[in-house]
Antibody, heavy 122, light 106 residues
């Protein structure tokens, strides 16, 4: 069974740091691009970051560029999000998602974790 | 950035109703348009990918259509388990963007 499980969320003060993890199982992790997306309380979904399958290429939303770092360890089947200089507006549930690609259908996210809550207090 | 606009933002419907949700992109996303369902306290779940392809395990009452900038998600006969929030997503270009969501309520 394909599964991704996030961890590492919690309460942190503004300006602090957290590292989120996303443990993957049930599929060949090293073949898939992965994403982080967040959802503020009562709000919609916002894409945060993407990493390619070998970790050599990354992309970030402007709102987190320079503060967040996405990485992966394919030997450990784990995705990470290092979050520094946290702000109150970074508060929300953070999900990791597997990116499925094929030539005919393009990109879509077919497996999501249950999310981990990050609360930044000001 | 490509802006995704969903309408309506919420709707009230009854079991058995036909429900249509629209999503408009600020520029063409080709057919790279996906739909997700999210229930309270749960992660989003993929329903439709590439505009009209039904994800494995998703009931056939869900369907998608459209092209370019205008897309539609249709639920042919609303079931009790379909009351949720629905999001469109463009995966054509970075940053990937979502619509604001449509909450389907009784």
């Amino acid at each position: 069974e394909v599964q991704v499980v996030e961890s590492g969320g919690g309460l942190v003060q503004s300006g602090g740091s957290l590292r989120l993890s996303c443990a993957a199982s049930g599929f060949t992790f090293s073949r898939y691009w992965m994403h982080w997306v967040r959802q503020a309380p009562g709000k919609g979904l916002v894409w945060v970051s993407r990493i390619n399958n070998d970790g050599s290429r990354t992309k970030y939303a402007d709102s987190v560029k320079g503060r967040f770092t996405i990485s992966r360890d394919n030997a450990k089947n784990t995705l990470y999000l290092q979050m520094d200089s946290l702000r109150a507006e970074d508060t929300g549930v953070y999900y990791c998602a597997r990116d499925h690609y094929d030539f005919w259908s393009g990109y879509y996210w077919d497996s999501w974790g249950q999310g981990t809550l990050v609360t930044v207090s000001s | 950035d490509i802006q995704m606009t969903q309408s309506p933002s919420s709707l009230s419907a009854s079991v058995g109703d036909r429900v249509t949700i629209t999503c408009r992109a600020s520029e063409s996303v080709n057919s790279y348009l996906n739909w997700y369902q999210q229930k309270p306290g749960k992660a989003p779940n993929l329903l439709i990918y590439a505009t009209s392809s039904l994800q494995s395990g998703v009931p056939s009452r869900f369907s998608g259509s459209g092209s370019g900038t205008d897309f539609t998600l249709t639920i042919s006969s609303l079931q009790p388990e379909d009351f949720a929030t629905y999001y469109c997503q463009q995966s054509y270009s970075i940053p990937i963007t979502f619509g604001g969501g449509t909450k389907v309520e009784i």
